[in-house]
C-alpha cells in the first residue's frame, strides 16, 4: 500500500508538472500573439501617418486664382481661371434653387454652394470668410471655425447636412474625419447655415466677407483654390 500511494503522489507531481508546462507554453503563445498584434497596430498607424503626411509635407503651390474682384456687385455665381488651368466656378442658391439675396443674408439662413472644376486631387473648405487685402494672404477669419470640428463623423455621407463651414475631400482617411466627397471629380455641393456674423477681429456686417472656397489644411498655403461669392449680413 505504501508502494502504491508513492506511485500515485508521484504520477500526481507528474501529471502536475505537465499541466504547467503546458499552461506555461499557452501563455508564452498568447503574449507572442499579443506581440504581434501590437506590431501590426503600430504598422498599421505609421502607414496611415505617412498617407496623410506624405501629400501635405510634398506638396508645392500651384499658384493663385485668378478670380477678379466683384467691385461693389453681389453676383450669385463667380467664375476663375487659376494658375493651374482650371477654370472654377462657384455658385450659391436657396435649397429649393432660388435666388439668394448675397446683399443682406441673415443668421441661420441656409444656403447650398456649387462648385464645378475644382482639383479633385485636392480638399477644400468651404465658409463665410473675411475676404484679404492680399490675395496672396490665406482668407480669413472664417465663420464656423473647423469644418472638421463642425460635421459628425458618424453622419450618412450621402445625407444633408448644414454647417456654418463643410469640408470636402476625396481621400478615404480624410472622411474618416468628417469629410464629403466630391459629387464628382472636382464638382462639390455644400450645406451652409449662416452663422453669426462677428467673431474675435472681425464682424461680416462691416467688413468684407465672402462664401469662400479654399484648399483645406493638405494645401493651406495654396491660393490656387480661393475662389469667392461677396456676402454682407443684414443690419
Given amino acids: 500500500m505504501g508502494r502504491i500511494h508513492i506511485e500515485q ?7 502536475a508538472q505537465e499541466y504547467a508546462v503546458a499552461m506555461e507554453g499557452q501563455m508564452a503563445r498568447r503574449r507572442k500573439w499579443w506581440v504581434w498584434l501590437i506590431v501590426a497596430i503600430v504598422v498599421a498607424v505609421l502607414a496611415l501617418a ?3 503626411a506624405l501629400p501635405i509635407l510634398l506638396h508645392q503651390s500651384a499658384g493663385q ?17 487659376g494658375d493651374d488651368g482650371r477654370e472654377r466656378t462657384l455658385s450659391v442658391a436657396t435649397p429649393d434653387g432660388g435666388a439668394v439675396d448675397t446683399s443682406a443674408v ?10 464645378t472644376g475644382y482639383d479633385p486631387g485636392r480638399g477644400i473648405y468651404v465658409a463665410v470668410c473675411v475676404v484679404p487685402e492680399d490675395a496672396s494672404v490665406k482668407p480669413g477669419p472664417c465663420i464656423g471655425g473647423s469644418p472638421q470640428e463642425s460635421q459628425d463623423p458618424e453622419a450618412n455621407q ?21 469629410a464629403r ?12 447655415v449662416m452663422g453669426e456674423p462677428g467673431g474675435e477681429g472681425f464682424d461680416c456686417r462691416v467688413d468684407r466677407c465672402g ?17 469667392y461669392i461677396p456676402i454682407r449680413y443684414a443690419g
Avoid: C
Wanted: hydrophobic share 40%; glycine share 10%.
Fill in 9 to 15: 503522489k508521484t504520477a500526481h507531481a507528474r501529471a
Fill in 50 to 52: 505617412a498617407i496623410v
Fill in 65 to 81: 486664382s485668378g478670380q477678379e474682384d466683384p467691385g461693389d456687385s453681389w453676383p450669385t455665381t463667380v467664375t476663375a481661371m
Fill in 106 to 115: 441673415e443668421v441661420g439662413e441656409r444656403v447650398v454652394v456649387t462648385g
Fill in 158 to 178: 450621402g445625407a444633408v447636412q448644414f454647417g456654418e463651414s463643410n469640408w470636402i475631400n476625396d481621400d478615404w482617411a480624410w472622411r474618416l474625419f468628417g
Fill in 181 to 192: 466627397s466630391f459629387d464628382a471629380p472636382g464638382d462639390f455641393t455644400a450645406y451652409l
Fill in 211 to 227: 462664401i469662400f472656397t479654399r484648399n483645406d489644411h493638405t494645401a493651406s498655403a495654396d491660393r490656387v483654390q480661393d475662389v
